[in-house]
């Protein structure tokens, strides 16, 4: 749809905004933008309002490096929670993810990407030194480092582990392997391969 | 995801509002929040003003109800647009449609919907009323309904052609058959039916 067919700069304006939004075309912009123009003002100001207040508002823990509303966030200030077992994680979803599963109870630590060299994203760049001052605090038993299975999260998992070893602290990592559900046809030869390497007597 | 795993109240809120823009569902509306998390505050802040600023000050064109900045709309007042020919479409999309086909040079109205008995939309719910009053002005020599070609499509273009045919306007709708590009075999059978009647001479 060509720019000068809009018939708004005001609509116009509103559809290069939704535009910019990871995955979002501008056909789907426009579709986003008219559903709003049909709705209350009051129902736009509380959207527009949810995302400054985010944006403005939100802390992050000054332990863990999660999305919180306080400054130690919720997971880290809950006294339930197994302190000696610190999850490694890249983003804030992973925690979500990790919650989700209702299999972990100790603490996460966000370290908010993976070394990517290509990138430009190194060591320096990522909450390291806040991880390594966790762990020289004492207390911390096992790191569970929980990247993704990329070429840079091996990389990352890889420098921790030299970084960690030390201390004296177990590092562990994710089990790989066949997932839940999948058909082995379908399965890609690098994780069958190590599945079958890692393969767990019954 | 499950509520309780939000570490952030102030970022489920923001989740909250974005999954219920039409199609998106709570992990996208996630990502797209943690995406605006990533901008600077003044570009979320932009983000939301452009919103508020088209919900609270957006005009619809006093002729055709099309979105506008102005009063009347560019279209309307262009006066080297064809006021004798008027489009008669369901939604602001469908002028922003039609114009970038760049083959039409007359005026627009915006029905805001079409007929649909079941879903409890009558010819009084739709801006049919301003259409008679712009034909009962005189200077309008052909309409042209261009509505989907649905049920209920049909059924306005029925009630319209009714209603307009006393006033000795010419009223035509948008042509139908196999669309550009479609291979005979994937075209339903009314469609193709329908092409074969209204054959065309070589």
Redesign the interface.
Known sequence: ??VQ???????E??V???A?????GRR?A????????R?S?ET???????????????KFCSVCN????TDV???CSNPKRDASLICVVE???D???V??TQQFNGLYHVLGGVIDPMGGVGPQNLNISSLESRIAQGGVREVILALSTTMEGDTTNFYLLKLLKPSGVQVSTLARGVSFGDELERTDEITLGRALVNRVPL
């Open positions: 749809m060509n067919t809009f018939p708004s700069r005001l609509l304006r509103a290069d905004e939704f910019k939004l990871p995955s979002i789907t426009l579709r986003l933008v008219l559903h709003m123009l709705q003002p736009v100001d509380r959207f527009a309002e949810a995302i400054t207040a985010l944006r403005h508002e939100v999660n999305i919180s509303d966030c919720s997971i983003h804030i979803q925690v979500m993810m919650e989700s």
